[in-house]
């Protein structure tokens, strides 16, 4: 890398990029008329670089601001990714070659060839690879799709001072973006943000090596704060059903048990029991032999809170008398099927 960068610095003085808002192949013939300029970079499907002298490259940025096409001239010293000059290239090749080249143990998206390569594959990290790498087109486009389609990442994780990549990926990503996390936003990144960036992987499922995160004994035992109860509002009973002393409530099992229960009982002159229980069987599907008044709504019919909130909607639309009804104000009659009925009737009596 060191040698790749100190010959780069060599090249003609002369040379700049262009970013343009248009795809590889729509600028296939406009490069045919400007032999000097190449394809440096492939970053999504209408976000292509390119590469070459500066005289060049204002030809070609009038030409595509004639057409209507996005461009931007970008800050850069030289016309990177670009053919090297022999000698430069003589010279990078020896400097490669003194490296052992090899196949990558650990599979990855080359930007160069723009696929996977992994263990398995015929493709050497050699001279000719790192070569191309540094004289051809940054095919990072199509290295994202390799990954996506190898690998399916739910995540990407850029490390670097800047986040240089993640922006591609948002503008280039494939259908589902994954989640694109940082550690390192620039010069004043404290820490933290790497630790935000862990509990984010954590959540997703990651097991982190933690011994490589914290010395041992790190980090110290936090005590939680005790958990503080609400005053502002309480819910109390406040509704009793109709019933004599001679006739305790009971349970559904002791109805059943007793035989009572063998029927839906007739609800001709209660037409608010007759909304309740109609309401009950819309929202949790049960049997006739399940709704009765004396079915608890917790412990009998499993009631949870989203099956409450779809009872209010019930009962609104079965009792519109009653208007929109509060579920804060339905929550304590919700003993029993007989109590919720008895509490409905009160509201009615209001609401004549």
Not at 246 to 262: D, F, S, Y
Not at 294 to 319: G, H, N, T, W
Request: aromatic share 6%.
């Amino acid at each position: 890398m060191a040698a790749r960068g100190a010959l780069l610095r060599e090249l003609p003085a002369d040379g700049g990029m262009l970013a343009v808002g248009a795809g590889r192949e729509s600028l296939a013939e406009l490069l045919a008329t400007e032999p000097e300029v190449a394809l440096g970079a492939v970053n999504g499907p209408a976000d292509t670089v390119l590469s070459g002298p500066v005289a060049a490259l204002e030809r070609i940025d009038e030409a595509l601001a004639r057409a209507g096409v996005r461009t931007r001239r970008l800050d850069v010293s030289h016309a990177f990714h670009t053919p090297l000059p022999a000698a430069a290239e003589a010279r990078f090749r020896a400097a490669a070659g003194e490296l052992a080249a090899g196949a990558p143990k650990l599979p990855f998206a080359s930007t160069y060839r723009g696929r996977m390569l992994s263990d398995g594959s015929s493709d050497i990290l050699g001279v000719d690879y790192w070569t191309g790498q540094a004289a051809g087109p940054v095919l990072f486009s199509d290295a994202l799709a390799a990954l996506a389609g190898a690998a399916a990442p739910t995540h990407l994780v850029e490390i670097g001072p800047r986040a240089q990549l993640l922006p591609l990926v948002g503008r280039a990503g494939p259908a589902d973006v994954p989640r694109l996390l940082h550690p390192s936003p620039g010069g004043q990144s404290g820490g933290r943000e790497l630790a935000q960036v862990v509990a984010e992987l954590f959540r997703a499922g990651l097991d982190p090596q933690w011994d490589a995160l914290y010395e041992p004994g790190q980090p110290p035992a936090d005590r939680l704060p005790p958990y503080r109860f609400a005053t502002a509002r309480r819910y109390w009973a406040r509704w009793e059903p109709v019933r004599t002393p001679a006739e305790p409530e009971r349970t559904v099992e002791q109805a059943v048990g007793t035989g009572e229960l063998t029927e839906r009982p007739d609800t001709s002159d209660d037409p608010v029991l007759a909304a309740v229980l109609d309401a009950i069987v819309q929202v949790g599907g049960y049997a006739d032999d399940v709704v009765r008044p004396q079915a608890r709504f917790y412990e009998d019919l499993a009631f949870d809170s989203v099956m409450i909130v779809q009872l209010k909607v019930q009962l609104e639309a079965r009792l519109p008398a009653l208007g929109e009804l509060s579920v804060s104000h339905l929550l304590p009659a919700l003993r029993s099927i007989d109590s919720l009925a008895q509490c409905l009737r009160e509201l009615a009596l209001v609401a004549a």
